[in-house]
């Protein structure tokens, strides 16, 4: 079966300092990758999604970024964060054909 | 333009009363639709999805939704409400089968169950 794992489960930045998420899938091959935030009263927003190694598409565009070293990893960075950066970060993946997207247990990321 | 509209913010039902989450959705072709659960501080859990093999979908811990074509609705039941259903729920379209990266999402419905 396929599990996905998101890491740190919560997290507490200054403004200015970077970011690093980490999202890694097991028990699938050549997945879709997605990151979504959800701030408080604003619903799911999508950032990035990748189809392959190498490739990210952004949706938002903002201070964050989003890279796919692996197959099945997938990171959101930021060089400076900012405090509308805060809330809760989802990480997904889907297996084309399928439109159905499977989530992460999520980051929750406070910045101060 | 594709849109999903969750009629209701927040609902609160009784222990064992039933529950309806209404979701009205827009797609120019015959779109996929799916319901999600979040409990606090957790990811998004599928409960169900409809992709035109049969228009009542039965999902996980006892929850159901019809497909309407003609309402353009996709509403979520359950029989009985449990404690433990009390969470948000997301009505999601994918409007075009197979898409990939553009799911939209509903604003989310609260459900609250009292004992």
């Known amino acids: 079966s396929q599990t996905i794992h998101q890491w740190p489960a919560t997290l507490v930045q200054p403004v200015g300092s970077p970011l690093s998420l980490e999202c890694t899938v097991e028990?699938?091959?050549?997945?879709?990758l997605y990151w979504y935030r959800q701030a408080a009263g604003r619903g799911l927003q999508l950032l990035f999604y990748?189809?392959?190694?190498?490739?990210i598409s952004s949706e938002v565009p903002q201070n964050l970024s989003a890279s796919r070293p692996q197959d099945r990893q997938f990171i959101l960075s930021s060089k400076k964060l900012l405090l509308s950066d805060s809330g809760f970060y989802l990480c997904?993946?889907?297996?084309?054909?399928?439109?159905?997207?499977?989530f992460g247990p999520g980051t929750r990321l406070t910045v101060l | 333009a594709q849109s999903v509209t969750q009629l209701d913010s927040h609902v609160s039902v009784s222990e064992g009363t039933p529950v309806l989450l209404r979701c009205n959705y827009s797609?120019?072709?015959?779109?996929?639709l799916f319901w999600y659960v979040q409990h606090p501080n957790k990811g998004l859990q599928l409960l169900l999805k409809?992709?035109?093999?049969?228009?009542l979908v039965k999902g996980i811990n006892g929850f159901e939704a019809e497909f309407k074509k003609s309402e353009t609705s996709f509403h979520l039941t359950k029989p009985s409400a449990h404690m433990s259903d009390a969470a948000e729920y997301f009505c999601?379209?994918?409007?075009?089968?197979?898409?990939?990266?553009?799911?939209?999402f509903g604003k989310g419905t609260k459900l609250s169950v009292k004992p």
């Open positions: 997904a993946w889907s297996r084309p054909p399928s439109d159905t997207q499977y």
């Open positions: 028990g699938t091959s050549n997945p879709n």
């Open positions: 990748s189809v392959g190694i190498g490739q």
């Open positions: 999601v379209v994918s409007p075009v089968k197979g898409s990939q990266g553009n799911l939209i």
């Open positions: 409809y992709t035109s093999a049969a228009t």
């Open positions: 797609s120019s072709y015959s779109p996929s």
